[in-house]
């Protein structure tokens, strides 16, 4: 299967500790997108990159949070000193440009904070 | 007002019966609209986009889109069991590749 995928699929940590998310796009997507979703609500972006350069970032997200995508391949979401609030799903997305921007979703990483 | 609203539901449909989801968006700017069927625990999955004013069928589902009323919907016609889910509503920011998104309308198809 040539989907998004993303890993660890479910994590628990204690408030405080640090957490890294890894996602893999599709392979020829120059588009990568990571998420967060809360109970009942929709995904709330919260930022984007464009092969390896991070092109927008939600002011919703926190200094605590950070991305990257080195080599315009895989990405990364660490989570320094986690809080109860980060208790989500994180969501990665990736698409193909230019033109549309259908996006494709990954199956997620649930994190629990306790 | 949010950017994109949805009717949080349940919406509770006959099988066999058709399902109209309906969404409003505040950016006239948006040039981009897709529907996204969310299952419980899983994540979004696409089933439409829509570009243009008009409606775009594939398949049993129809989106239909009216720029000038800043509404896009999506029809599910024979509807079954397994289209109960949650469906969310995406629209592009200022013709950018960000989506802002509704918080879904929790469907159920009743047999």
């Known amino acids: 299967d040539t989907g998004v995928s993303q890993d660890p699929r479910h994590k628990i940590t204690k408030r405080g500790q640090n957490v890294t998310f890894r996602c893999d796009p599709i392979?020829?997507?120059?588009?990568l997108y990571w998420y967060r979703q809360t109970l009942g609500q929709g995904p709330e972006f919260l930022t984007y990159?464009?092969?390896?350069?991070?092109?927008?970032k939600s002011r919703l997200l926190s200094d605590r949070f950070s991305a990257e995508r080195p080599k315009g391949s895989f990405s990364t979401l660490e989570i320094q000193r986690t809080e109860q609030g980060d208790s989500a799903m994180y969501l990665c997305?990736?698409?193909?440009?230019?033109?549309?921007?259908?996006?494709?979703f990954g199956p997620g990483t649930r994190l629990t904070v306790l | 007002q949010k950017e994109v609203e949805q009717n949080s539901g349940p919406l509770s449909v006959p099988e066999g019966a058709i399902a109209s989801l309906n969404c409003t968006y505040s950016?006239?700017?948006?040039?981009?609209f897709f529907w996204y069927r969310q299952y419980s625990g899983k994540s979004p999955e696409l089933i439409m986009f829509?570009?243009s004013n008009g409606d775009k069928e594939d398949g049993r589902f129809t989106a239909q889109l009216n720029k000038a009323s800043q509404y896009v919907s999506l029809l599910i016609r024979d509807s079954q069991p397994s289209d109960s889910a949650t469906y969310l509503c995406?629209?592009?920011?200022?013709?950018?590749?960000?989506?802002?998104w509704g918080a879904g309308t929790k469907l159920i198809i009743k047999p």
């Open positions: 997305a990736s698409s193909y440009g230019p033109g549309g921007d259908e996006q494709f």
């Open positions: 392979s020829e997507h120059n588009r």
């Open positions: 990159f464009q092969n390896e350069a991070q092109l927008e």
């Open positions: 950016d006239r700017g948006s040039q981009s």
């Open positions: 829509i570009y």
């Open positions: 995406a629209v592009n920011k200022d013709s950018n590749y960000q989506l802002i």
